[in-house]
């Protein structure tokens, strides 16, 4: 007698959707000659004194499991980045927790704040994990839009209405992945008048592409207002700006009394980062602003490629400011995120990703990648074009 294992499957598990980035990107993999503008992953090899610090850690012996935590080196060189970009400060001694990617935060800050019924606000368009790490853990998410009219950013007054007595948490991530929105500090006042007037919750701030912003040198955050950083947990890493993915390390920053059962959760399902990983941070953190200088230069300039190529295909968007993503409309067409995005790889063999994989709200739009090179933009924009002038014919 087969066994039917729907029913041995979690209900919430079964819930979650499988990831629609996969989705394409698994396709994408399966033909010849594609362009894949589809995952967020730097083109860029990780700076060489980053690698080489890593190794040398190897060389050293450092092969075995590091504290919990993480190596107290790697802690400080965190607090000491931390310090001289935000301009705050954190005690490496149980107010940093360095994780397996960024990822990795989002999961413990839901599974460690979170009761059944509580209900997360997440702002949308979003990172796909941001969801499902509520619904993991039980949770209720209570999704809050954003609009290209107001640039996808968060309106304070969208985010005041979404607010219940049930309300534990709030994850956003600025800047954006996908849109590419900013928030800036003066954006953000708003938002941090609507939180005092909400002393009980708790923000998730994901700022993982916090290096990559086209505006200004100075990284915005909620946790640069003294007054709400005990509610703030910092989610934040080297995999994006760095070119770091591979390595797999992130961390959390917020008071110690919310580390600390992050940390326990991290004690019992990871144990530790990778202790070769913890040591090239170190470099990252401590030295690496003239790389990361380096490449935010070059998504700049393919950023302003991008932007020239959806005016050639006479596609409506906003001006993307961080990250390296664009996300324009695409509802001209009358056709859905996910048909064009099919139809697109198929007929131009490019691989980009339907907007509604980030939310309802982002149906109607695509997110393109220019963590790419400049080559296989340019071709991906003369693709988008020609595809684009051939849909209106149709019509």
């Keep these: 007698m087969s066994i039917n294992y729907e029913d041995k499957i979690s209900s919430v598990v079964q819930s979650v959707p499988p990831s629609a980035i996969r989705k394409f990107f ?3 993999s399966e033909m010849k000659g594609v ?28 092969t075995h499991y590091s504290p919990n935590a993480g190596y107290t080196e790697s802690k400080k060189a965190i607090a000491s980045y931390i310090s001289r970009r935000y301009g705050v400060d954190y005690d490496h001694d149980g107010q940093i927790l360095i994780t397996v990617g960024g990822s990795e935060g989002i999961d413990l800050a839901a599974r460690a704040l979170i009761n059944p019924g509580d209900e997360v606000i997440i702002i949308e368009p979003c990172f796909v994990a941001y969801k499902a790490a509520v619904m993991f853990a039980h949770g209720v998410p209570v999704v809050v839009e954003t609009t290209q009219e107001n640039e996808f950013k968060l309106m304070a007054e969208d985010l005041e209405a979404a607010i219940t007595p049930k309300t534990k948490m709030i994850i956003m991530g600025f800047p954006s992945n996908p849109t590419g929105a ?50 703030v947990i910092m989610v934040n890493g080297f995999s994006k700006s760095y070119a770091m993915t591979g390595f797999r390390i992130g961390y ?40 990361v200088a380096e490449m935010r230069s070059e998504y700049d300039h393919r950023r302003k490629v991008v932007m020239q190529g959806f005016k050639d295909a006479g596609l ?9 993503y664009a996300f324009p409309s695409i509802k001209q067409f009358g056709l859905s995120s996910e048909e064009f995005c099919e139809r697109f790889l198929m007929e131009k063999k490019v691989a980009i990703v339907p907007g509604n994989a980030f939310g309802k709200c982002g149906e109607g739009h695509i997110r393109l990648s220019y963590a790419a090179s400049m080559e296989n933009i340019k071709t991906a924009m003369e693709r988008l074009k020609e595809f684009t002038d051939a849909l209106r014919k149709e019509n």
Excluded at 184 to 212: F, N
Excluded at 220 to 228: A, E, H, M, N, V
Excluded at 252 to 272: N, V, W
């Design 35 to 62: 362009i894949s503008l589809s995952i967020g992953e730097p083109d860029f090899v990780t700076p060489w004194e980053i690698r080489e610090a890593g190794i040398n850690s190897l060389v050293d012996g450092y």
């Design 182 to 231: 900013v928030m800036t500090m003066e954006e953000l006042k708003d938002i941090a008048d609507v939180l005092r007037r909400h002393p009980d919750i708790v923000v998730v701030s994901d700022e993982l592409y916090c290096e990559l912003n086209y505006i200004t040198d100075e990284p915005s955050s909620l946790i640069r207002f003294d007054d709400l950083r005990d509610r």
């Design 316 to 324: 409506e968007c906003f001006t993307p400011y961080g990250a390296f």
């Design 26 to 28: 698994d396709l994408a």
């Design 252 to 291: 959390l920053a917020g008071p110690k009394e919310l580390i600390a059962p992050m940390t326990k959760i991290h004690q019992y399902c990871i144990m530790s980062a990778p202790s070769m990983a913890q040591f090239a941070l170190v470099k990252a953190a401590l030295e690496g602003d003239e790389s």
